[in-house]
């Protein structure tokens, strides 16, 4: 990935999502106005941070990107499978939809979601001018949305699984993700073969490796073009918020994408 830091904030592109036609960042947790335990760019409202903080962190991240703040959607995630598109901001206080999973085609639209050692996986069709986010815990790692993602893509926009560039994101390594035996055992039943890839015994219990979970899963949908960060959130806290590293008390780092304008 490439780093950028510019006024104090740090964020990540995947080289391989085109620059010219897209905006799109990993943002870092650096360069907020958050306190502790939430510093300092925290983009999460129900974790227990002063919303007056949370907004200003917004609309920063929005000033970094040189997009309007107005032009932000997103979405109340909650681990499963829903994906929906999105053609128009959210406005201010408006509800959100609960889905773990944003697509659109509408330039100018700006797509935010956020992480704490969940799998982010960006998503952006050439061809058609057509991104997504998906967020993918082990819950959606284990019951394969980004399988989901890449057939929603196809029914809804017309998006060919070969076309696809995809960048799976910083999250929580397999060094750092241990897990019962009994999600371990689930993995198992959905990912057959595969299980003996991604699950990683050791002395002192079982560890998933979601990045190769997700990347498998997108290959047997057919994606060929996958880039991974192979950056970890628990490894480095000085640039991502980790639920586990941090033991919940912590913030949500954010992953923007936008389709720029006449384009």
């Known amino acids: ?11 990540f592109c995947f080289e391989s999502l085109n620059a010219e036609i897209l905006d799109h ?16 760019l925290n983009l999460g409202g129900t974790v227990g941070d002063d919303p007056v903080n949370v907004l200003e962190n917004h609309k920063l991240i929005f000033d970094f990107i040189n997009r309007p703040f107005e032009s932000r959607f997103d979405v109340w995630q909650v ?53 997504g986010i998906i967020h993918a815990g082990w819950q959606g790692t284990l019951n394969k ?17 070969n076309d696809l560039i995809v960048g799976i994101g910083p999250s929580i390594c397999p060094y750092c993700y241990q897990i019962g035996g009994n999600v ?19 002395s002192d219990g079982i560890y998933l490796d979601l ?36 033991k919940g008390r912590t913030g949500r780092f954010g992953v923007v994408m936008g389709l720029k304008v006449n384009n």
Request: aromatic share 8%; hydrophobic share 35%.
């Open 145 to 161: 949305i980004g399988a989901d993602a890449v057939n929603y893509a196809h029914d809804n926009f017309g998006c060919e699984s």
């Open 211 to 246: 990045w190769l979970a997700n990347q498998i899963t997108l290959e047997e949908s057919g994606v060929k073009n996958i880039e991974q960060s192979h950056l970890c959130t628990a490894q480095n806290l000085g640039d991502f918020y980790s639920h586990r590293a941090e």
């Open 184 to 202: 371990a055992q689930m993995f198992v039943e959905r990912f057959g073969e595969n299980a003996n890839k991604i699950l990683i015994n050791r």
């Open 25 to 40: 960042e990993v943002f870092s947790r650096q360069g907020g106005v958050s306190k502790a335990p939430y510093q300092s």
């Open 79 to 131: 681990h499963g499978n829903n994906i929906i598109s999105a053609d128009r901001p959210r406005k201010q206080g408006e509800d959100h939809i609960h889905a773990d999973g944003i697509f659109t085609d509408k330039p100018g639209l700006t797509l935010l979601m956020r992480f704490a050692d969940c799998v982010p996986i960006l998503i952006f069709d050439p061809k058609r001018k057509v991104i």
């Open 1 to 11: 990935m490439i780093e950028i830091t510019r006024s104090g904030i740090k964020a």
